[in-house]
């Protein structure tokens, strides 16, 4: 079973970054592909960047050019760096694991305002 602790949310004005950290526990990190996805007030959750086993990445539209997904395996960790932020950008992200272990972080608050 894989857990996910997520991190690195607050309060950051428009064109700011942030970066948010997922850590994962149990086995098998290494071989499961990994994402984040955000659920803004009233909207539906969506993707937001992810990457594979092999570090393969894709990202949404509206996030690419500023967002930057990495992983350490070593450390059980993914990233999710943000730049250029935007109010848009205003949501709950929450760190994913699987396929093929999946599994959901608690999720953590990005708040783009000034």
């Known amino acids: 079973q894989v857990q996910l602790v997520e991190s690195g949310g607050g309060l950051v004005q428009p064109g700011g970054s942030l970066r948010l950290a997922c850590a994962a526990s149990g086995s098998f990190f290494s071989i499961n592909a990994m994402g984040w996805y955000r659920q803004a007030p009233g909207k539906q959750r969506e993707s937001v960047a992810r990457i594979s086993s092999s570090g393969r990445t894709n990202y949404a539209d509206s996030v690419k050019g500023r967002f930057t997904i990495s992983r350490d395996n070593a450390k059980k960790t993914v990233s999710l760096q943000m730049n250029s932020l935007k109010p848009e950008d205003t949501a709950v992200y929450y760190c994913?694991?699987?396929?093929?272990?999946?599994?959901w972080g608690q999720g953590t608050q990005v708040t783009v305002s000034s």
């Open positions: 994913n694991s699987g396929p093929p272990y999946e599994s």
